[in-house]
């Protein structure tokens, strides 16, 4: 067995590497995560990192391993194992697979929203990706039944296609813009109604709230809604841009005689337009909200407030939760 050198003094591989109270701090952390480039990181090496990370929090790591080395462990750990379970995670629900596959997802349904049978399969597609990612980035703590994932990716599905044709519908008569705009509606639509239907289980029950120090205070809805809410906010303000941007650019640019002689062409530009946007707004809304939610103590449940005044009397001003992706 080869020694073991001790981790340096001061460093835990926990601790993000940039402060995530800010915009700024939790934008360079998601943009280190949801590298699309390891994505291409193969399965042994993925092995690797996570033993390595696992080494490092036991206080152990392989001699002569840089803080570089460490932190390139732990960017690849998280961009591929759960956070609560450990778990490796499926390649397509991984968030670095957020800007590939949501590119050539997010592009097709730009690109094919005149007919009806195009729309539907797309959004199909869509819906189907997403179902993905919820469930592999599902809080481990409040466990879904299949059944429950079965339907909330019936519900989403039908909401995208119900808005989607519907709106095709109702736009023929409309300026053109409008109809390239649809796919956007149906993305909005179907994300308010899929991660509620997928995260129910804690609107039910409620998740662990904590102090500012960790520790447990009880089970809240209300920090349940709050966080699913935030992150309905930025599922949508993900494909935002690429979905109300790119539709006025191809709009512009389809008016040009050399872009109506490449038409074969127009449908990998805006897969590749789109990959320019989600580049930058995957880590961009993830990082609206701060991981670790708070909520006033006033704004909880009257039972879990008098609770923790009971207990703790008035030093705990604010509750935090974990509020997922």
């Keep these: 067995h080869s020694k073991m050198a001790t981790v340096p003094l001061g460093f835990n591989i926990d601790t993000p590497r940039w402060d995530q109270s800010t915009f700024v701090g939790r934008l360079k952390h998601f943009l280190n995560i949801t590298d699309p480039r390891t994505v291409l990181v193969p399965e042994e090496e993925l092995d690797r990192a996570k033993a390595l990370v696992e080494g490092c929090r036991a206080g152990l790591v392989p001699p002569g391993s840089s803080q570089e080395q460490l932190l390139y462990a732990k960017k690849l750990y998280d961009s591929a194992f759960h956070p609560d379970s450990g778990e490796k995670m499926n390649l397509i ?3 670095s697979f957020q800007v590939p596959g949501g590119m050539a997802i997010t592009g097709c349904m730009l690109q094919f929203y005149r007919t009806v049978p195009a729309v ?20 481990a703590a409040s466990p879904i039944s299949l059944r429950q994932i079965g339907v909330a990716y019936v519900t989403a599905t039908g909401a995208a296609l119900a808005t989607a044709v ?20 149906a993305v909005a639509a179907a994300n308010c109604v899929n991660i509620p239907m997928m995260r129910q289980q804690e609107i039910i029950n409620g ?3 904590t102090d500012g120090d960790n520790n447990e205070l009880g089970c809240s809805r209300r920090a349940a809604v709050k966080g699913i809410a935030q992150v309905v906010v930025s599922r ?18 389809e008016k040009f005689t050399f872009m109506q002689r490449i038409r074969v062409l127009h449908g990998p530009l805006q897969v590749l337009l789109c990959g320019g946007f989600l580049l930058f707004m995957v880590p961009a809304a993830c990082a609206l909200f701060p991981q670790r ?3 006033a103590l006033a704004d909880l449940e009257v039972e879990l407030r008098d609770n923790i005044v009971a207990k703790h009397g008035d030093k705990v001003p604010y509750v935090y939760f974990n509020k997922g992706l």
């Design 236 to 253: 949508i303000t993900m494909a935002a841009p690429g979905m109300i941007i790119l539709p006025i650019i191809m709009e512009r640019l």
């Design 207 to 209: 998740i662990t709230v």
């Design 293 to 295: 939610c708070s909520l």
């Design 120 to 139: 539907v399969f797309w959004q199909w597609v869509n819906q189907s990706f997403n179902a993905i990612v919820n469930y592999t980035n599902r809080n």
């Design 166 to 185: 519907g709106l095709n519908l109702y736009t023929k008569r409309a300026p053109p813009l409008l109809a390239r705009w649809v796919p956007f509606a």
């Design 93 to 95: 629900g991984r968030m």
